[in-house]
């Protein structure tokens, strides 16, 4: 199955999820705009190496997605989008009564309302080219909830509620949006909160990851950033034209539990 001809717009791609995903859609000939808030040589060193490793076309564009403008400057920017992936997003956990205002509003803006403004700005271009692939990443706790996480939690629901509206509203066309729902995966974002978790529960890194972050993951294994790309490649696929409108779990059966 090849996706040459097709260029796919990942948010938030310069690391974790989103850079697994670049590769796999690479693999299978997609041509890629890669994105993030910064612009460092790094970003540009990453888009060359990527089109260098897969032999196809990759750009960087910056765009901060806490921004309006700059989610819809993105799409506008990349001019054609067959496929995008709504993959940015960031953390912040703490209780309710506690959660900080700026981070709550930073939260939906960059892990919800980013993917309206993107999808806005790409759905008349899928429509001109007559197909297109919308893929969310959501998260399983876009399925479920669990505490200190309310913002993260209310964004990935939200995200779950997009996806089906924009699949309503393109399901006679050869337009298709799905959400993934991934479990834990080992990227920067889950990297980071480790150290917390150990001083929290006073236990070693070993037994933080089985015991506490992967106590709901009942394959006591983290699901990888070539799986999330994988799944990301079959929902792009001819198999897929069917699929639209649903979630699909990556997540060692955390949700069947
Ligand atoms: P990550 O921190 O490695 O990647 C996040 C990406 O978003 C980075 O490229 C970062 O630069 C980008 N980003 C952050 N703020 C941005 C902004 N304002 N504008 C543009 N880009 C911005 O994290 P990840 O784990 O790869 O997460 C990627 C997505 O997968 C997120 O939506 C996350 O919620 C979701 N997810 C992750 C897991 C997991 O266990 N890692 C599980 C479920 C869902």
Sequence with gaps: MSLSGKTAVITGSNSGIGLGIAHELAKAGADIVLNSFTDSDDDHKLAADLAKQHGVKV????????????????????GVCDILVNNAGIQFVAPIDK???????????????????????????????????????????????????????????????LTKTTALETAEEAITCNA??????????????????????????????????????????????????????????AYADQITGTTISVDGGWTAL
């Design 59 to 78: 750009r960087y564009i910056k765009a901060d997605l806490s921004k309006p403008d700059e989610a819809r400057g993105l799409i506008a920017q990349a």
């Design 99 to 161: 959660f900080p205002t700026e981070k709550w509003d930073q939260i939906i803006a960059i892990n919800l309302s980013s993917a309206f403004h993107t999808t806005a700005v790409a759905l008349p271009m899928m429509r001109k080219a007559k197909w297109g692939r919308i893929v969310n990443i959501s998260s399983a706790h876009g399925l479920t909830a669990s505490p200190f996480k309310a913002a993260y939690i209310a964004a990935k629901h939200g995200i779950v509620g």
């Design 180 to 237: 993934i729902c991934p479990g834990y995966v080992l990227t920067p974002l889950v990297e980071a909160q480790i150290p917390d978790q150990m001083k929290a529960h006073n236990m070693d890194r070993e037994t933080v990851i089985r015991e506490v972050m992967l106590d709901r993951q009942p394959s006591k294994q983290f699901a990888t950033v070539e799986q999330i790309g994988g799944t990301a490649v079959f929902l792009c696929s």
